[in-house]
């Protein structure tokens, strides 16, 4: 592909640090196309949705909660939340929505997993 590209610039009456430059860019702009196109994609769950969850126990030591959840699955369920979500502002018995995406669904109570955001119902 670069031999293509020389051939044409030879016949051109263009000076040969020139010529390096202008095959330069080409392949630059080629390597960078790739890259991008080849780039992986971003991680995202089409399952995440916004569970309401009443009356919650916070257990610190694992870093979850767990209560009733109300909507879109009725009953006992855990959220297990990552190291970034502020939990500073969570105590028992508060009803809380959270968006998370389906862990362990066969286990009892059901596990959420991949908890992105935690909003305090007042």
Not at 44 to 53: A, G, N, P, S
Request: a negative charge; charged letters at 25%; proline letters at 6%.
């Amino acid at each position: 592909m670069t031999i293509f590209f020389y051939d044409i610039l030879i016949d051109r009456g263009i000076k040969y640090e020139e010529k390096k430059i202008i095959i330069f860019a080409i392949i630059l702009i080629i390597a960078t196309t790739g890259f991008f196109y080849l780039k992986p994609k971003p991680e995202t769950t089409v399952d995440q949705e916004w569970y309401t969850i009443e009356n919650i126990t916070f257990d610190q030591e694992n870093n979850k909660i767990s209560g009733t959840s109300i909507s879109p699955y009725e009953g006992e369920i855990e959220v297990y939340l990552p190291d970034g979500i502020d939990t500073s502002k969570l105590k028992d018995g508060q009803n809380v929505q959270v968006l998370a995406g389906p862990g362990m669904t066969m286990s009892l109570p059901p596990q959420l997993m991949n908890c992105q955001e935690i909003k305090i119902i007042e």
